[in-house]
Nanobody, 122 residues
Framework: QVQLVESGGGLVQPGGSLRLSCAAS????????IGWFRQAPGKEREGVSCISSSGVGTNFADSVKDRFTISRDNAKNTVYLQMNSLKAEDTAIYYC???????????????WGQGTQVTVSS
């Protein structure tokens, strides 16, 4: 069964950090670009970050640049999103997705996880 599972979400105070994980089962992530998206209540899903299949190329939304980093460990079939200096506006459900190339839209992504909640609040 092809599956992506996110973990690592939770409640954190403003200025804190979290590391999200996206683990694949049933297929290998080696040949896929992996994107992270988020969706806050009442808002559309937005692209946060993406890493190419090789791991060389990465991109980030302007709102998270210099605060978030993305990495992948193909040996563990897992991609990580390190989130630092978190703000209240980062509160959302975070999803990872596997696709053919990096894109801020959802169109190239074939597989999606179920999401993990991130809440930034004091």
């Amino acid at each position: 069964q092809v599956q992506l599972v996110e973990s690592g979400g939770g409640l954190v105070q403003p200025g804190g950090s979290l590391r999200l994980s996206c683990a694949a089962s049933g297929f290998t992530l080696d040949y896929y670009a992996i994107g992270w998206f988020r969706q806050a209540p009442g808002k559309e899903r937005e692209g946060v970050s993406c890493i190419s299949s090789s791991g060389v190329g990465t991109n980030f939304a302007d709102s998270v640049k210099d605060r978030f980093t993305i990495s992948r460990d193909n040996a563990k079939n897992t991609v990580y999103l390190q989130m630092n200096s978190l703000k209240a506006e980062d509160t959302a459900i975070y999803y990872c997705a596997a696709g053919s190339w990096c894109d801020s839209s959802i169109s190239p992504y074939d597989y999606w996880g179920q999401g993990t909640q991130v809440t930034v609040s004091s």
